[in-house]
Structure formats: C-alpha cells, structure tokens
C-alpha cells in the first residue's frame, strides 16, 4: 500500500472491550473510508473475530506465539489468529517483550502462514538486530515515553532517525514511529524523520473525540 500508515493498538483498556472496541474500530473504519489512509486496528485477542468481519481495514492481533498448533495451552498461534481474521501481528512490544530468538520464531510463523509483522524495538541497537530477521515492519518505541502523550519523535528524534538509517543498512524494512503519538503534528513529524507511519494506543482510545484526533492524524500521513 501506498501512503504512510497508522497503527491503532488497543492493548487492554477499559474503553477498548467488546462493543467499545468495536465501536473504536469502526471508526477507524470510517476514517480510513473517508480519507484513503492507511489504518490498521490491533484489538485484544477475545475481540478479533468480531471486530474483522464487520470492518474492512486491516485487523492485527497484538501478540502471537511461536508455537505451532498443538498442546500450548494459554498460547495464541499464528493460525489461531489468521483463522479469526487478523491479517498481521504485533510482536516484541515493550509490555510484552521477547527474546531475539523468539523474535526470529515468531516472525518465521508469521511468513510460513502468511501474515504481517510489525516487530516493536526499544533502542536503535535492537532495531538493528530485529531487521535482520526481516520483519515487515520495525515500530521503534522507547519504552519510558510509551502513554506519556510527550511523542518520541518530539522528545528524541535522533532515536527514530537513526533507527531508519539503521535499519535501511541492514533490510529493507520500514520504519514505524510509537511511543507518545498524539496528534496530527506527532505524525507529520515522525514523517519528515523518516518513519512510514506511527503506532499509538492511549491518545486514541482514550480520547474523549476518536474519530476527530484520526481525522487530523489522517491528514499527516
């Protein structure tokens, strides 16, 4: 796809559950609609199904296993989370960190059954290493800025410079900007770093006008 893209990651608040994540997700649905971009949801596990058969943006799950489907009792298998409808998955978000190896699993279940990962990386370091394994994107999130509403790519801009440049040496995989996106002006900033879109949580799905903030995030993609 063309264009820049916005990650909505929903993690496991109060106000994105059952009929309040649906509700978020149509609106993203909407926006996406009405404005071309490109908007991928990330839902909590128990709400996937539902939420991809009634929008047409892209679903992602928000973890997945390396595990193959078997006896994993408690695991989340790329399988489980295709045949529910998600078409791609975080991985390595700072809250639900993994080693490099597993990384390299994960991201190898994920092209063995044909979904989209997005691998989190906390430093320019470790997104260097990530791209090694060739995720289909890098979201570079310094974890002390995760939920602060300060955008990393105000607070620290090196950080996601650098982690493109780092990155384009080793693979080429793009580069998403997190940790603190806000507003349309985070955005546009984390683009003129270099970033092709931004993954947030908070500033969306706790915002008192959803779907006003994702117009103007929108509109600086």
């Known amino acids: ?107 190898a279940r994920c092209k063995e059954v044909g979904i989209t990962s997005i691998c989190c990386a906390a430093t320019v370091d470790e997104a260097r290493k990530i791209a090694a394994v060739e995720p289909n994107f890098i979201a570079i999130e310094p974890p002390e800025l995760i939920g602060s509403g300060i955008s990393v790519s105000t607070a620290n801009p090196e950080i996601v410079r650098g982690s493109v440049a780092a990155v384009r040496k080793v693979a080429e995989v793009p580069v998403l900007c997190g940790a603190g996106i806000s507003n349309g002006g985070d955005v546009k900033k984390a683009m003129e770093l270099g970033a092709r879109g931004v993954l947030l949580a908070s500033a969306f799905v706790n915002a008192k006008d959803p779907n006003a903030l994702l117009l103007e995030m929108a509109g600086s993609l």
Request: aromatic share 4%.
């Open 1 to 107: 796809m063309d264009g820049g893209f916005c990650v909505l990651n929903f993690k496991a608040y109060p106000n994105s559950v059952g009929k309040r994540a649906l509700a978020l997700a149509e609106t993203a649905d909407a926006v996406a609609g009405e404005t071309g971009a490109n908007i991928i949801v990330c839902p909590q596990a128990v709400d996937l199904r539902t939420i991809a058969r009634a929008v047409k943006i892209p679903v992602f799950a928000q973890h997945i296993d390396a595990s193959k489907p078997g006896a994993f009792t408690g695991s989340m298998t790329a399988e489980a989370a295709k045949d529910a409808g998600a078409i791609g998955t975080l991985i390595n978000h700072s809250e639900r960190k993994l080693t490099l190896e597993a990384v390299r699993a994960t991201v």
